[in-house]
C-alpha cells in the first residue's frame, strides 16, 4: 500500500510538471514571422501637418521594433508581415462646454485606418481602424501644443497596431 501511494503520488506531480520553463515571452505571434515592413501611411485627411504622415509610420515601425520581436525589413511590401494605412480623419472639436457655448477644453482626434497583409504561416490579412484622441485647454493655441498632442495620440496609436498583431482579434 505504501508504494502504491508513493508510485500514484510520482505520476500525479509528473503530469502536472510544466514541458518546458522559459524566462523569454514568446508572445502570441506565429513563430514563422521574423520580419515586417511598413509602408509611409496616405495622408487623406485635411488640416493634417504635412510631415504627419511619414511622422506616425516611422513611431511604427519604432514601437514595432521596440516592443516585439519582429525586425524592420527596410524594402518596402517584404516581410512576413506587410503593414500599409492612410490618416482618414483629424479633427479639432470643442468639448466641455460652459455657460455661455464657451469650450473648456478642445479635442484633437485622429483616425487612421490600416490593412495588414500577413504572408506567413498562411497567407492572411486583417484590418485595424484606430480612432484616438486628446483634450487640452481651449485657451491654448493648437499650434503650440500639437506636437506634444501628436506625440500622445501617436502612442496610442502604435499601440493600437502591436495589440492586433498580437492578438489577431
Known amino acids: 500500500m505504501k508504494y502504491l501511494s508513493l508510485f500514484a503520488l510520482i505520476a500525479l506531480?509528473?503530469?502536472?510538471?510544466?514541458?518546458?520553463?522559459?524566462?523569454?515571452?514568446?508572445?502570441?505571434?506565429?513563430?514563422?514571422?521574423g520580419t515586417f515592413s511598413v509602408k509611409t501611411l496616405d495622408n487623406n485627411a485635411p488640416n493634417t501637418p504635412i510631415s504627419y504622415a511619414a511622422t506616425l509610420s516611422e513611431a511604427i515601425k519604432d514601437g514595432i521594433q521596440n516592443n516585439t520581436r519582429l525586425l524592420l525589413n527596410s524594402t518596402t511590401g517584404k516581410g512576413e508581415v506587410y503593414i500599409e494605412g492612410a490618416i482618414t480623419g483629424y479633427s479639432v472639436t470643442p468639448v466641455a462646454l460652459q455657460a455661455g457655448d464657451n469650450a473648456q477644453k478642445n479635442r484633437l482626434?485622429?483616425?487612421t485606418s490600416y490593412t495588414i497583409y500577413i504572408s506567413a504561416p498562411k497567407e492572411d490579412q486583417m484590418t485595424l481602424t484606430s480612432s484616438r484622441f486628446v483634450d487640452y485647454d481651449s485657451n491654448t493655441d493648437l499650434g503650440s501644443v500639437e506636437a506634444t498632442l501628436l506625440e500622445e495620440i501617436n502612442a496610442q496609436i502604435v499601440q493600437d497596431v502591436i495589440n492586433k498583431l498580437l492578438s489577431n482579434w
Open 109 to 111: 482626434t485622429i483616425t
Open 13 to 33: 506531480l509528473s503530469s502536472c510538471w510544466p514541458s518546458s520553463v522559459s524566462f523569454v515571452d514568446t508572445g502570441s505571434m506565429p513563430k514563422e514571422w
